[in-house]
């Protein structure tokens, strides 16, 4: 029982995380489209970049 509580907590930060994952390439398309400030644009990079690294970090804590 406790390990089924486990998959889906896992489970579950794994959707959250694809789906931020998700918007954020949109603002990034977007933001090629449309002129934006340069310091927004370095700041979605650096939540990209912080993003990959959190998600590589899972897994390999896994």
């Avoid at 486990?6 to 579950?12: K, Q």
Wanted: glycine fraction near 4%; charged fraction near 35%; proline fraction near 3%.
């Amino acid at each position: 029982m406790e390990k089924s509580k486990l998959t889906s907590m896992e489970a579950r930060r794994d959707r959250t995380g694809g789906i931020v994952r998700d918007k954020l390439d949109v603002l990034m398309e977007d933001m090629h489209r449309e002129a934006v400030p340069p310091h927004l644009t370095k700041l979605a990079q650096e939540l990209q970049s912080a993003l990959d690294e959190k998600v590589a970090s899972t897994a390999t804590s896994s």
